[in-house]
T-cell receptor, first 109, second 115 residues
Framework: LAKTTQPISMDSYEGQEVNITCSHNNIATNDYITWYQQFPSQGPRFIIQGYKTKVTNEVASLFIPADRKSSTLSLPRVSLSDTAVYYCLVGEGNNRLAFGKGNQVVVIP | DAGVIQSPRHEVTEMGQEVTLRCKPISGHNSLFWYRQTMMRGLELLIYFNNNVPIDDSGMPEDRFSAKMPNASFSTLKIQPSEPRDSAVYFC?????????????FGPGTRLTVL
């Protein structure tokens, strides 16, 4: 499994754009990059997935540089309800994914 | 669809007792995953099934843990005997298919406390 490295936690003010980075230096050719979000007392939920360049959906954008050794999840204009743990996962076909501890994002009023 | 259903939502038991956690995946999903979440270790994959067959159980911590999936709509995770260090939130997740594009859908979790 490709290992990922994320900051443990970060704070952001309401209304700002939040960029969460993830390092995955040993990503394999067939690996996809997937992000999940977990609110307190809930199970994680899928946010976005990408292979290269940029992917955007109604929730977030995912930026992946050409070497694919890192990725950045961008949350536009966060609100208090975006306070959650964000997991960056790397794997082939969404099989055995290592969630780890994720990145605790706290949105401050 | 009601989503992934787990029961019980909370379980408090004493050390040495048998604990059985239950999961009903989303109808039509052919993969099922069991995870454990603790503050120390984060969210760990214990085992996953494809078409009711266990594919990878390398995350199961020890022989006290066992998981079964007798049919496509039901799975159990059993701990016997339970120990205080098993206290955690256990999540079940299911997925419709394999490969990119198939996300995992998680249940609400079972919070287990072993005294």
């Amino acid at each position: 499994l490709a290992k990922t490295t994320q900051p443990i936690s970060m704070d952001s003010y309401e209304g700002q754009e939040v960029n969460i980075t993830c390092s995955h230096n040993n990503i394999a050719t067939n690996d996809y990059i997937t992000w999940y979000q977990q609110f307190p007392s809930q199970g994680p939920r899928f946010i976005i997935q990408g292979y290269k360049t940029k992917v955007t959906n109604e929730v977030a954008s995912l930026f992946i540089p050409a070497d694919r050794k890192s990725s950045t999840l961008s949350l536009p204009r966060v609100s208090l309800s975006d306070t959650a743990v964000y997991y960056c996962l790397v794997g082939e076909g969404n099989n055995r994914l290592a969630f780890g501890k994720g990145n605790q994002v706290v949105v401050i009023p | 669809d009601a989503g992934v259903i787990q029961s019980p939502r909370h379980e408090v038991t004493e050390m040495g007792q048998e604990v059985t956690l239950r999961c009903k995946p989303i109808s039509g999903h052919n993969s099922l995953f069991w995870y454990r979440q603790t503050m120390m270790r984060g969210l760990e994959l214990l085992i996953y099934f494809n078409n009711n067959v266990p594919i990878d159980d390398s995350g199961m911590p020890e022989d006290r843990f066992s998981a079964k999936m007798p049919n496509a709509s039901f799975s159990t995770l059993k701990i016997q005997p339970s120990e205080p260090r098993d206290s955690a939130v256990y999540f079940c997740a299911s997925r419709e298919g394999q490969g990119p594009g198939y996300e995992q859908f998680f249940g609400p979790g079972t919070r287990l406390t072993v005294l």
